[in-house]
């Protein structure tokens, strides 16, 4: 029996990343690791783990333990399955051990630091040193992921029926895939290998000039000064953070406005809130060289057809996720490899091989950790119970976790223009809002749009603290086919933000109520 000992602090992904496994929250590396650090390792990847004996043939065969690699593990085993999950580096993927775990739990302690600075306004005067806060702060990063990571650790997945391999797989033929020294044979196999960070590009080494925003634990003190080059969802929310921490940061988008995806109203208040927090804000910019100079980096930045220069300690890049297949040889299986590398999959998630399906990161054009869950599950009833369920037809939120937050689910605006559906919004500000008004949260709106003359919902945004909760009620009434106007008449506590969707609900009864009582057309906007 093949055994994989590999220590866990020094596995390589093979993607040419960083270890998911990282020392970087040691003071020394060769120091016994703290209780939460040693917890972690062994949940993702136990030192002294030893892979099983494969199977004559599986009935699933996984590549990728990442959140779409569990979500359709757990789900094959329970439809009674044999499943084989494999996973090159660390369980939980790059949401939990180096994306929105690691950089949510950084920004909940940033904004205990804002909170503090606000509070000098009431005379409370209490401020960290912020070089002490940056330490215990991502100490607590480990922490957060040792809980976490107790639900899918490897050896509570391999109690529920679940092999667990590590190593890298790799298909040779369209049912077999070679993980090591072993060749799994499978009836159906899903790839769920997620997706890496996109290089910059201009030059310079990534490592030693600029970090990918995935390796923020790398930064084991807080930078002086620091730039995040891309101003999408994860590029923002990590410059928020950093400012907040006490870093003075500079954020570099080349686009003319932030989250380019998003309605513009709320790439316009994230702007704002960035300006006010002391973001730095360089737009329509593009870096194009790095260079060293002893500690510092100096950034080129090309704006206007004009050309400057930006001194700082440490780069951020944050310009995207690409589809990860590194080493997995599709071609080999039959399996066609698209644009950035994403692999094409139909509307039931199957590529070219019937036998092999993909899920996540890999192949859907929404990256989150949600949409890879449901994707899996989906995925994994189409393979294994001839299911025809389209990935088209489901409703998937998402959610981008600066303050204030940009959530959103359904269609935009222009995209229900492209499709020429007629819509009706409703907006709601925040500071029509009573328990944003008593906390002091007035900035955001929630806007709701429905087909015109219905309250079918097609599609919802909301811009407001905990915007990513508030959005779950119009989520659900969309999976459930509910109307906006049900929403009305739901009971909520008071006072609290779901008063944001009711308000948006009582105006569209109001409105209906007045059309159909007028025979007049119903409105356009709210």
Known sequence: MAGMKTPAGSIATARGEAPLLSDAHDTDARAAPSPAEAEYRANVRPPDWVNPDQAERYDLVILGGGPAGIAAARLAVELGARVALVERGALGGDSLNSGCIPSQTLAAAARQMFRLRQAAAFGINSQPDPDAYYARATGRVRQAQATISRRNAARELSRLGIEVHFGDGRFTGADRIVVGDRELSFQQALIATGGRQRPLGIGGTEGADYLLVDRILDLKTLPGRLMVVGGGSRGTQIAQTYCRL?????????????????????????????????????????????????????????????????????????????????????????????????????????????????????????????????????AVLNALTGARRRISDVVLPWCTHTDPEIAHVGLYITEAFARDLPLATYTVLMHQVDRAVTAGERVGFAKIHTQLGTDRILGATIVARDAGDIISEVTLAMQRRAGLRSLAAALTTFPSRSQTVQLAAQACVDCLRRAEGAGAAHPAQV
């Open 246 to 378: 006490g870093a003075d940061v500079t954020l570099v988008q080349d686009a003319p406005y932030f989250m380019p995806e998003e309605e513009r109203e709320a790439a316009q208040v994230l702007s704002a809130a960035l300006a006010s927090d002391g973001v730095r804000i360089r737009l329509d910019t593009a870096a194009t060289a790095i260079r060293r100079d002893g500690d510092a980096r100096i950034v080129t930045l090309q704006s206007g057809g004009r050309s400057s220069e930006v001194v700082v300690d440490r780069v951020l890049a944050a310009v995207g996720r690409m589809a990860d297949v590194t080493g997995l040889d599709p071609a080999a299986a039959g399996i066609v490899v698209g644009e950035d590398s994403s692999l094409e999959v139909d509307d039931f998630l199957c590529t070219a091989n019937p036998r092999v399906h993909a899920a996540g990161d890999v192949c859907m054009a929404r990256r989150h950790t949600q949409v890879a869950e449901a994707s899996a599950r989906l």
